[in-house]
């Protein structure tokens, strides 16, 4: 089993940055990817990033160029650096994990129920 905990969210003018952390508990050396969702209301759930425990990257093409996932593997955080944020990244962001490691990281990023654990938001707002 493994708990995770975001942390980061918060309120920013357009133009502006946010990082976001993921925390990972528990059974934690087996975890393969580990990702980043966000949820605006009356929206589906959609993938951010996805990064793998041997650096691998992929991204939303909403976000390239702007957002960068990151991971300290020692203290087991993901983070979601987000710069120049537009008021349509506003939503709910999800950290979530698996120790599954079939399926690219392009499939993964667009299929949410790939992953098995998810932490419980925290709230990204972007305004004009």
């Known amino acids: 089993q493994v708990q995770l905990v975001e942390s980061g969210g918060g309120s920013v003018q357009s133009g502006g940055s946010l990082r976001l952390s993921c925390a990972a508990f528990g059974y934690t050396a087996s975890i393969y990817s580990m990702a980043w969702f966000r949820q605006a209301p009356g929206k589906d759930r959609e993938g951010v990033a996805v990064?793998?425990?041997?650096?691998?990257?992929a991204y939303a093409d909403s976000v390239q160029g702007r957002f960068t996932i990151s991971q300290d593997n020692a203290k087991m955080m993901v983070y979601l650096q987000m710069n120049s944020l537009k008021p349509e990244d506003t939503a709910m962001y999800y950290c979530?994990?698996?120790?599954?490691?079939?399926?690219?990281?392009?499939?993964?990023?667009?299929?949410?129920?790939?992953?098995?654990?998810w932490g419980q938001g925290t709230q990204v707002t972007a305004s004009s």
């Open positions: 990064i793998d425990n041997d650096g691998s990257t």
């Open positions: 979530a994990a698996d120790y599954k490691s079939y399926n690219s990281a392009y499939y993964r990023i667009q299929n949410p129920q790939w992953f098995g654990y």
